[in-house]
């Protein structure tokens, strides 16, 4: 669930609506705007925003209204193929076999498209 357009390469506007709940603030559900691929850069390290990958999805839902970028780890794994790894170490595999640092507590954070000075951005 992606809320910021300018991550799309393409964006079908016409894909069916879908109702999401989550981090959507007030409101119990918002609906998605599109359907589409998306580049997002990842934080690899501590919080610093001093290391990161960049990612490329398919099939990225365009929900505007949500509070923030959330990765479906159920439908990565599921649909897609994807291999994920808790415990001490936590990580994601992509079929390309791109191993994908997970942060401690096991997200990922997208660092936003406005931050251009690693290290001074919040995420």
Request: charged share 15%; net charge negative.
């Amino acid at each position: 669930f992606i809320t910021d357009r300018h991550l799309f390469q393409s964006l079908d506007e016409s894909a069916p609506v879908v109702h999401v709940s989550g981090p959507v603030g007030a409101q119990h559900s918002v609906p998605s705007k599109g359907l589409g691929k998306c580049t997002l850069t990842v934080l690899l390290s501590d919080g610093l925003l001093t290391k990161t990958e960049t990612l490329t999805l398919d099939n990225c839902l365009y929900v505007p209204g949500m509070d923030v970028n959330v990765f479906n780890v159920w439908h990565s794994s599921t649909h897609h193929g994807h291999e994920f790894v808790f415990g001490s170490s936590p990580k994601m595999t992509l079929n390309d076999g791109t191993v994908i640092p997970m942060m401690p507590d096991y997200t990922l954070r997208v660092v936003p498209v406005t931050c251009t000075h690693l290290g001074t951005c919040r995420v």
